[in-house]
């Protein structure tokens, strides 16, 4: 029996809920930070939080047998404590690793993000500028959706290219774990998970190829128009706008 186990799990969220608690009668319940296996019971959401607080740790996801949820990496096929542990025997182990981002704002200050999914810098909808607002007649309820102006360079082991001047609705850029998401979703391939790599793919810039690249590639990208086009960061299923005085990302 696999020991130091911690189930995670949604509480009063149904079927997962009662089903982790089966599996807890059997497995015990370790506490998260001595835990050697983390297993989230729920879909692909939940699992990424296993992976964001469990760093170190072995990872494993599933839902309940009658759960309708459609998770990509969540095991769907497993009814009891016997059959769990049966999976997590014969599971291969991979490396997930996050992509870094680190945030610049137009005062200078800065921050990290960190995404298993994807990093994507893209569009946000805002309020129009006093010039708009009087060219095209808009009112209080109108938000202006300018395509983003970056530019883009791109440093490998050896050598760098650009940067280059791009407008579209932004860029995603997935871990292989992620390529299965927002990734395929641009029109990208899928990657298999035992390579570490990143994926480029551009959203609303059909000139841009999607491009697979080494995991240790690092990717500048320069906000153009700032205060006219600002950008969000998301990481997953959060995103980062400002700062906490208002300043909007200018670099990335």
Known sequence: MTNRVHFLYEAGKEPNDSFAHELITTFGQCDFSAAETV???GGDGLLLQALRHGA???IFGMIAPTSD????????????AAQLQS???????YMVKPIQADICF???SKTTRYGYNEISIQLIPHKPTAELVEKFNLNAIDL???STLLNLSVHFANSALGPKKIMGRGFTFSSAFGSTAMN??????????????IILSAMGAPHIQSIVNDSETIFNLDVGSLHKRPV??????FAVIENEKGSPISAV
């Open 39 to 41: 297993v989230s019971v």
């Open 56 to 58: 170190g740790k072995k």
């Open 69 to 80: 949820s459609v998770g990509f990496w969540t095991n769907k096929n497993i009814n009891d």
């Open 87 to 93: 999976a997590m025997d014969s599971a291969g182990l």
């Open 106 to 108: 137009a005062d200078g």
């Open 144 to 146: 202006t959706l300018q």
């Open 184 to 197: 395929r979703a641009n029109g990208a391939s899928a990657v298999d998970i035992r390579r570490e790599s």
């Open 232 to 237: 969000m960061l998301t990481f997953d299923s």
